[in-house]
């Protein structure tokens, strides 16, 4: 069992990574396996809309050359998703959205479907709920169950020398990492007891205009 961990912030080892360590060493202590991805600081495109993806059907970016298949390739392997992103503006990192859209969206939602998933952030004071709110929209979508916590998924500080000290968001990140390796194995024993992830009914998403 492993986790895929987004460090969505372009600080490597700023408060983004010091909330999902927490993340990271809860589920150790349950027996998951994580990595946390960094996203890389070269320019990431936006998605274009020119819908090669879903010409091709193989789940992955047509544009290629960054970020993007690499993180669906990781899914693939992964049974949980974390993603984590600094407060811009209350609203995530640009550069992470513009890679979770085409994730998303290009893969169809196929590695993603049944698997458990959480999103946290951090900020010096305010923005917090916009930005989680931003994050847990593609969770829905992709057909990704929530794992809960105490609090909302959310540490302050300026930066990793000031998160270390919010008591009450490190206990909430820990308290993340149990409730989703309790999710991750729960599905494993539903899957083992014959009981799957729902299929779509007839067979394929109904797409649909509002004039229709």
């Known amino acids: 069992m492993k986790a895929l961990l987004i460090n969505g912030s372009p600080i490597e080892q700023g408060s983004i990574y010091v909330a999902l360590g927490y993340v990271a060493e809860a589920l150790k202590e349950e027996g998951v396996d994580s990595e946390i991805y960094q996203i890389p600081r070269e320019p990431?495109?936006?998605?274009?809309?020119?819908?090669?993806?879903?010409?091709?059907?193989?789940?992955r970016c047509?544009?290629?050359?960054?970020?993007?298949?690499?993180?669906?390739?990781?899914?693939?392997?992964s049974d949980a998703l974390v993603l984590g992103s600094p407060v811009y503006y209350a609203a995530p990192n640009g550069q992470l959205l513009a890679a979770l859209d085409r994730v998303f969206f290009s893969s169809g939602g196929t590695v993603f479907a049944g698997k458990p998933a959480a999103a946290v952030c951090a900020a010096r004071r305010g923005g917090t709920t916009a930005t989680l709110d931003?994050?847990?929209?593609?969770?829905?979508?992709?057909?990704?169950?929530t794992a809960?916590?105490?609090?909302?998924?959310?540490?302050?500080?300026?930066?990793?020398e000031d998160v270390v000290h919010d008591a009450e968001g490190i206990q909430t990140m820990q308290m993340l990492g149990k409730t989703l390796a309790w999710l991750i194995k729960c599905i494993a024993a539903g899957k083992a007891a014959g009981v799957s992830y729902p299929s779509v009914p007839g067979g394929e998403k109904v797409w649909t205009d509002f004039i229709r």
């Open 134 to 145: 931003v994050l847990q929209k593609y969770f829905t979508i992709a057909g990704m169950p």
């Open 148 to 160: 809960p916590t105490t609090y909302w998924p959310m540490i302050h500080g300026r930066g990793a």
């Open 44 to 59: 990431i495109s936006g998605c274009r809309a020119c819908y090669a993806c879903k010409a091709k059907g193989d789940g």
């Open 62 to 77: 047509s544009i290629g050359g960054d970020a993007v298949n690499v993180i669906l390739e990781k899914m693939e392997g």
